[in-house]
């Protein structure tokens, strides 16, 4: 474990709010830890009755270029329900809404400089509606086979982490709902 001997706000904006902290490590040794706060968010998986998922591309600005991806976004509040936060971003994002939430577990996106969670849930029963997304989201909607979509998530054609690991997670829980090995 570190001792945390000092906090401070290095920066604190609209999405980041990030900290420095001076740390005692466990052997003795002071060091300095800075870090970013973040609210926590979610990731869905949407898949078809005909096994397609619902994936969205986006301009991604820290990395200059679009990405293909699961819908997902952060709490309005720290306090918010991750399953909550999971339907209005399916349907804000997709116009899809699900009968059916499957909750996949959470992943830690960047834990060497962040402190984000990202719960992830698997959706079906899907019901295709109107998107509505922020007025500052630009995102194009696809429809693709989730076989492709696995071959590109490991052939690194798909690269957002959050995107391969709930691909993955729920390749292996659909095939736990559908009885297969």
């Known amino acids: 474990m570190e001792k945390t001997i000092s906090s401070r706000d290095i ?37 078809t009755d005909d096994n397609k ?19 997902a976004g952060k709490f309005d509040s720290p306090e918010e329900d991750p399953l909550e936060c999971a339907k209005r971003e399916l349907k ?10 499957v909750y996949l577990g959470y992943i830690h996106t960047t834990p060497g400089f962040s402190n984000e969670i990202i719960h992830l849930y698997l959706a ?13 989201e630009i995102i194009h909607v696809y429809v693709e086979d989730f076989n492709e979509v696995m071959k590109k998530c ?3 054609e798909i690269t957002d982490a959050k995107t391969i690991a709930g691909i993955v997670k729920s390749y292996f829980k659909l095939r736990e709902l559908r009885g297969e090995n």
Do not use: C, M
């Open 124 to 136: 079906l029963d899907l019901k295709h509606g109107d998107s509505n997304p922020d007025e500052d």
């Open 154 to 156: 490991i052939n690194g």
């Open 92 to 101: 804000e994002e997709t116009g899809y809404e699900s009968g059916k939430y």
């Open 53 to 71: 998922v619902i994936l969205v591309e986006q301009y991604r600005y820290p990395i200059k270029q679009k990405l293909l991806e699961i819908p």
């Open 11 to 47: 920066f604190k904006g609209v999405l980041l709010h990030v900290l420095r902290d001076d740390v005692e490590l466990e052997n003795g040794v002071r060091s300095v830890r800075e870090f970013v706060l973040h609210p926590g968010a979610v990731a869905v998986v949407p898949v």
